[in-house]
Each structure stands twice: as structure tokens, then as C-alpha cells.
């Protein structure tokens, strides 16, 4: 059954979806699609302490509630990540919920849902299966007033927004919208005019580009004599970074970033060029030019099918071809003419 609440009541809204980086992201659009149809609506979100600055983006938040299980699980038996947890308990208890909505589908984001407290005829929400090669747990179906059954292919944006419309009973029928802050940094190593960049770096090997691609892309994307930005996260990383930026005209090794210097960077470029990782769909959810790379993981799970100005290339055991890329970046120059 829908939630009843009229649109002109106030909500208090809980939304829990602790991580990772992109799924955050992927989670954004809930928000809007919520203050669209509850203008007046209280959302608090849970989020794993890593992903706090991003979610302080979304304006529209009215708090957030830190989550450290990672951390955590390391000193459970000291005092201070005991203190820790109990403040944590103690935050997420503060408030009577309307509506608990939790979209990652696990044991341990279903706890903290158990855990919330809600409203006189408030009710917790949650998925009732996982899409194809998600780690959802059935298990987490016992917290769950509502279970929301998705399809298999269900889009990772499209999911959250699915179980906040079927607890609320609205429709889903306008694009994806992020609502993202922009940032105002301007770090010392920042271009001054117009760069690209290469998101490279990833978790999976199967899911990174041959370093003879990226080294080819660079040689076609000369014309426009723009810098390109190569960031990194670890040691390795860096060290494949390094021995691209031999090969490319204008490359720039980047100094380690902090997380809100990847979001400005992606940000304010004029082209993103990335494999299928959080900082490639931090730029498309900012709507920059943006191409994504899928080498190893299905496309239709995170490909950005907002916005004209994102091409998605590549699939599931296919990665794209840099003539591929090359007639995107066209495409993309052609719509910013």
C-alpha cells in the first residue's frame, strides 16, 4: 500500500544507503523525485563516513547521519568505537520516521533500518530482490514493512527511485535528477582554461582500458590542444598514470586528491573520458561531456541515460574501440558548437 500522507503534511524521511561511491551517487535522484512530491519533507540520509561530502552536495538533505561499520569492525572491543556506536545509535533514535527507505538490500543497512524508530503508522521500505550480480541478502526482508520487487535489469538510479514511488505511490516518469552543489575550490594545480580528464584507475582489472587506448585517444584528442588531467587513487594507479603521461602530449600527473578535489575535477572539465567507476558518474551526474568506458560490467546497470550530453560506449566482455571514442568526442564537441 502507498504511503498516505497528503503533500501538504510534513514528512520525516529516512533514506539508507551507506555505499559505495557510486551507489551513493545513483541514489541521489530519490531525493528530488521526494521533495518534487513532499516539498515540505524532512529527509535524513545514513551514509559510511567515507561518502559524508558528497552527500552534503545534495541540498535538499536535512542531516546526515555518519555510519563507520568499516572502521568499526577493526577495534570493536575499545571503548571508543563502543562510545562511538552508542552516538550513533543515539542520532539515528532521535527521530520518529514517516518512512524508512533502505535500497541496498543487505543484512547490515537492514539493521540500521530495525533500528530507526518510526512515526504512529510510518512504515520501513525496502527491496524485495536484487538485480542481476548485485549482493543482495534476502535476509533483509524482515525489517521491511514493504518489499518493492524490481526487475532483474533494473538501471542502479532507477531501483531507489522505484522504492520510494511505490512506498509513496507516485509514478516515475521524468529524467534522473542529481540536484548536485557545485563546488567553489580552486586547488593550486587546477587548469585555468578548458582540460580533459581521464578516469583510468579502477578496482577491477577487467573493468580499466588498455593503456595503449588511452594513449591513442590522447594522440586523436590533440586538436583541440587541451590538457589532460590523469588523477589516481593508490600507488598502482599512479604508476600507470605516470607511464601514460610519457606517451601523451600535455599530460598532467595529478597530486592525490582529496574527495572533494575528484568532484571539482570532474566537475569543471570540458571532457571526462572514464571506465565504469564512481568519478566517471560523479562527472555525469554533473552532466559534463562525459564518455563512459564499459569493458567488464553490463551497461544497462550504470550508464548515464540522463542527459544528451553523456555517451556511454563499451559493454559487459566488449570494451569499446578508440574509434569509438573518437566519433563520441566529435559528438560532443558538435553539441557545445
Given at each position: 500500500?502507498?504511503?498516505?500522507?497528503t503533500?501538504?503534511?510534513?514528512m520525516?524521511?529516512?533514506?539508507?544507503?551507506?555505499?559505495?561511491l557510486?551507489?551513493?551517487l545513483h541514489n541521489?535522484?530519490?531525493?528530488?523525485?521526494?521533495?518534487?512530491?513532499?516539498?515540505?519533507a524532512?529527509?535524513?540520509?545514513?551514509?559510511?563516513?567515507a561518502?559524508?561530502?558528497l552527500?552534503?552536495l545534495?541540498?535538499?538533505i536535512?542531516?546526515?547521519?555518519?555510519?563507520a561499520?568499516?572502521r568499526?569492525?577493526k577495534?570493536w572491543?575499545?571503548k571508543?568505537t563502543?562510545d562511538?556506536?552508542k552516538?550513533?545509535?543515539?542520532?539515528?533514535?532521535?527521530?520518529?520516521?514517516?518512512?524508512?527507505l533502505?535500497?541496498q538490500?543487505l543484512?547490515?543497512?537492514?539493521?540500521i533500518?530495525g533500528?530507526?524508530r518510526t512515526?504512529p503508522n510510518?512504515?520501513?521500505?525496502?527491496?524485495?530482490n536484487?538485480?542481476?550480480g548485485?549482493?543482495?541478502?534476502?535476509?533483509?526482508r524482515?525489517?521491511?514493512?514493504?518489499s518493492?520487487?524490481?526487475?532483474?535489469?533494473?538501471?542502479?538510479?532507477?531501483r531507489?527511485?522505484l522504492?520510494?514511488a511505490t512506498a509513496c505511490?507516485y509514478?516515475v516518469?521524468?529524467?534522473?535528477?542529481?540536484?548536485?552543489?557545485?563546488?567553489?575550490?580552486?586547488?593550486?594545480?587546477?587548469?585555468?582554461g578548458?582540460?580533459?580528464?581521464f578516469?583510468h584507475g579502477?578496482?577491477?582489472?577487467s573493468?580499466?582500458?588498455?593503456r595503449?587506448?588511452?594513449?591513442?585517444?590522447?594522440?586523436?584528442l590533440?586538436?583541440?590542444?587541451?590538457?589532460?588531467l590523469?588523477?589516481?587513487g593508490?600507488?598502482?594507479e599512479k604508476?600507470?598514470?605516470?607511464a601514460?603521461a610519457?606517451h601523451?602530449h600535455?599530460?598532467?600527473v595529478?597530486p592525490?586528491?582529496?574527495m572533494?578535489?575528484?568532484?571539482v575535477?570532474?566537475?569543471?572539465?570540458?571532457?571526462?573520458?572514464?571506465?565504469?567507476?564512481?568519478?566517471t558518474?560523479?562527472?555525469?551526474?554533473?552532466e559534463?561531456?562525459t564518455?563512459e568506458l564499459?569493458?567488464d560490467s553490463p551497461k544497462?546497470k550504470?550508464?548515464?541515460n540522463w542527459?544528451?550530453?553523456?555517451i556511454?560506449?563499451?559493454?559487459?566482455?566488449?570494451?569499446?574501440s578508440v574509434?569509438?571514442v573518437?566519433?563520441?568526442f566529435?559528438?560532443?564537441?558538435?553539441?557545445?558548437?
Open positions: 500500500m502507498p504511503f498516505c500522507r503533500k501538504q503534511a510534513t520525516k524521511i529516512l533514506l539508507i544507503r551507506v555505499s559505495s557510486g551507489d551513493v541521489m535522484p530519490m531525493v528530488d523525485d521526494l521533495k518534487t512530491h513532499y516539498p515540505d524532512q529527509i535524513d540520509w545514513v551514509v559510511e563516513e561518502y559524508v561530502n552527500v552534503r545534495q541540498p535538499k536535512n542531516k546526515i547521519i555518519p555510519y561499520l568499516r568499526w569492525r577495534t572491543r575499545d571508543a563502543r562511538e556506536f552516538s550513533f545509535y543515539r542520532e539515528l533514535r532521535k527521530e520518529a520516521y514517516d518512512l524508512v533502505e535500497t538490500g543484512f547490515k543497512t537492514g539493521l533500518m533500528l530507526a512515526a510510518g512504515k520501513k521500505v525496502g527491496l524485495a536484487g538485480t542481476e548485485s549482493g543482495y541478502e534476502g535476509i533483509s524482515i525489517f521491511h514493512n514493504q518493492v520487487t524490481v526487475d532483474r535489469h533494473t538501471h542502479a538510479v532507477l531507489g527511485r522504492v520510494a505511490g509514478a516518469n521524468t529524467p534522473a535528477s542529481f540536484g548536485l552543489d557545485k563546488l567553489n575550490l580552486n586547488p593550486e594545480w587546477m587548469p585555468q578548458h582540460y580533459i580528464v578516469f579502477t578496482a577491477g582489472a573493468k580499466k582500458w588498455a595503449s587506448n588511452w594513449i591513442s585517444t590522447a594522440r586523436d590533440q586538436i583541440k590542444d587541451w590538457p589532460i590523469l588523477p589516481w593508490n600507488a598502482e604508476q600507470e598514470a605516470e601514460m610519457e601523451m600535455q599530460a598532467i595529478l592525490k586528491l582529496t572533494q578535489e575528484a568532484i575535477l570532474a566537475q569543471r572539465a570540458a571532457l571526462v573520458i572514464g571506465v565504469d567507476t564512481g568519478l558518474h560523479i562527472a555525469a551526474a554533473y559534463t561531456p564518455i564499459y569493458c544497462w550504470t550508464e548515464g542527459s544528451p550530453k553523456i556511454n560506449l563499451g559493454d559487459q566482455g566488449k570494451p569499446p574509434a569509438e573518437e566519433i563520441a566529435e559528438t560532443l564537441l558538435r553539441m557545445q558548437e
